[in-house]
Structure formats: structure tokens, C-alpha cells
């Protein structure tokens, strides 16, 4: 998995202060755990997962398929990775806008201070922004440069254009120790729809055109390349079960309601563990502990936490406030040798793995998405327009999966 290009639908917006300071805590926390249960390389290889990206940002209570993922994503993790930056040993350089043009300096300083080549990661740092900018001319403008590095010397950078025209984004993804070449291939394939010609300089056909512009001018060739392997996210922003894989997300909610779960006493005893919390933390230990192919459907995990607008349904507050709590105590006792909590958050992925083989779902999505809603205001749920508000009439709960 070299990385690969992902297409949003194109949002504007800050993320409110509420929101923000939590993506950080428990996206630092997700870092954490990665890094300790799996290492660097891996968090690396994971964030070049386009897929798994996004649902990330779904767990951390995003809108599920806009682009506003990408900054405030990378935002919230510089936040907290970077103040702890010696003890993880990775390091996220770059950002939005003026913040990118800081990359070659921030990576500099961070070179002089572990005895990395500062001026191979700078290289590398503006050419993958030279190659998705320049050398594929899609429509995309890039606006945003985030270059994540280990003191192992490894790297991920993930970036994104805007096309304000068709109302886009697209994000791209790369690994550094899958790429062979920068101007070959780099990607291993391309996310988003076709519209129309474009110039791909990257194609493996194109090598005569590369050495051709080398050879004899510095415009372009007018060679139509073609763009590989394409998905897209929708552009309606509720989540409909299109969008979701109802067999994974029922065994999630039907694990939640159960109260045995097998090799997790430990977890279930903590206070403040109830099935709503069950929910998320069992999402939330798949985005740290899942395989590749259990993120091709991200709106699975806006049922972790919500999104900001609203979609499926507010951010569960007092919910989100807890899973940080429960997984950074896992953490903190996994370090002095206490790992009872920290295998039970991981368990959960993996009880839900095996509950997946025989659940059939019944396509009740909507009535979910309702019912969640309509509680809401319990788990002090909150949107960017304000508080949920307690229903005048609520109806009885459904058991739906």
C-alpha cells in the first residue's frame, strides 16, 4: 500500500473549540496506542490508508465524508503528537495554508535535533508537493502539506487540492517506504471520478514524455494519460445504508447490548462503562487494532461519536469524554506493565470480528439514526448550531439490530 488519492465533497467551516480540544485528546490517545501495541512504522502505514484515514475522522466526530476531515484530522494529531514528540518518536510537520510553507524549516529543525538528513526529507517533502500539484494536473490545487515523520526515519505525508469549480477535494496519501520512484507510480492508485482528460506525468507509459520534456522544451505534452482505480465520496451528507456495512455495524451495536463479552472483565468493571460507551470504544479499538479491508465503508464509524453537523446524529459529549478517559487509562497502566485494560479495549475488535460470521442484519438504519438522535441530549450531545434538546415526546427504545 503505497497510498492513493481520496475525493471529498468540498466544506467550509472551523471545527468549534469543544470539538477540537477532544479530537486531540483522543486522536493522540489512538496514536499512542498504535505506536505502543504495533509501533511507528505501522501509525505511518495506517495514515497512507485513504480509507482508514477517514474513519479515523469518523471516530473523532467529524462529518464522515466531507473534506474538512483532512485538516482538522491533522490539526488535532500535530496538537497532541507534536508535545510528545520525544517519548512517541514521531513528529508531524506542514499543515494548512501558510502552515505548509513551515514544512522545510520544521523538518530542519527536527533533522538537527535526532541526526536525520534534513535535506533528503525537505527533498522528498516538496517533491511529493511538486508531483500531485504539477506533474498529475487533475484540477486540484493543493492548499494543504502535512508531512508526518519517524526518528526511524520514515515518513507519511498526506495532502490535499481543492477544485472550486466541481466543489471538490482531493486527498492524497504516500508512504515512504513504498515508494520506488517519485516520478513513477508513486501512488498506488487513484480515488475520485473520472472527469475528463487530464496530464499524469506519473503514469509507467509516460516515461518517453518524461524524457522528452527533459530532452527538448519544458511545456507539456499533449498526452491524455488514464487515472487507475476510482472511488468517490457522495456528495449527500446524511449517512444511508449505502454507505455503511449493516453487518459490521450491527455487531457492534449488538455487542454493545450484551453483557457478557468474553476475556473483558477487567473492562467491563470500569465505571462509567455502559452499552452506549460500548459502542464507541468498540469502534474506536478498530480504528487502532483493524486490518485494511475493515475501512472501506468509513460512515461505519461516525457511530462512534457523531459528526459536528449533525450527521448521523450530534456529537455524544459526555460519550466522546469518556472513551478518552477509559483508553488513555489503558494506556498509562499498559506502560507500567498493567495490560489487562489495554488487551480488553483490543479485544473488542476482535469479539466483534467473530460475532460478524453469524449476524444478519435488518436493514433498519434509519430507525437507528432516529433513536440516537432522539436520545441525544442524554450524552450531552452537541452540534455546530448548538445543544441537542430533550424531545417533548420520546418514543420507546427500538432494539434494531
Known sequence: MRGGYAELPLHYGRVPKWLAERMSLLGGAIVEAIILEYGRDMFLRKLSDPCWFQSLGCVLGMDWHSSGITTSVMGALKASVNKRSEELGVYICGGRGKHSLKTPDELTRIASATGLDGDKLVRHSRLAAKIDNTAIQDGFQLYLHAFVLSIDGNWSIVQQGMN?????????????????????????????????????????????????????????PDYILREARKIIMPSHHHVSEKDVNLKRLGTVLALAQEKGVGNMEELLLLEGLGPRTLQSLTLVSEVIHGTPCRFNDPARFSFAHGGKDGHPFPVPTKIYDTSIELLQQALDKAKIGFKERSEAIKNL?????????????????????????????????????????????????????
Do not use: M
Not at 504516500?174 to 506519473?202: C, D, K, M, R
Not at 430507525?367 to 450531552?380: D, H, P
Not at 420520546?394 to 439490530?401: A, D, Y
Open 164 to 220: 472550486a469549480a466541481s466543489k471538490l477535494a482531493r486527498r492524497y496519501h504516500w508512504h515512504a517506504p513504498e515508494v520506488y520512484s517519485f516520478v513513477e507510480e508513486p501512488h498506488s492508485f487513484v480515488y475520485g471520478h473520472n472527469q475528463g482528460q487530464i496530464l499524469n506525468l506519473t503514469d509507467r507509459n509516460a516515461a518517453v514524455t518524461r524524457d522528452a520534456i527533459l530532452a527538448i522544451s519544458k511545456e507539456h
Open 349 to 401: 475488535s476482535k469479539v466483534a470480528l467473530q460475532k460478524e460470521k453469524d449476524f444478519v442484519p435488518n436493514h433498519q438504519l434509519d430507525q437507528l439514526i432516529a433513536q440516537e438522535r432522539a436520545a441525544s441530549w442524554k450524552y450531552g450531545g452537541r452540534t455546530v448550531y448548538g445543544k441537542a434538546q430533550r424531545p417533548i415526546q420520546t418514543k420507546n427504545q427500538l432494539s434494531l439490530f
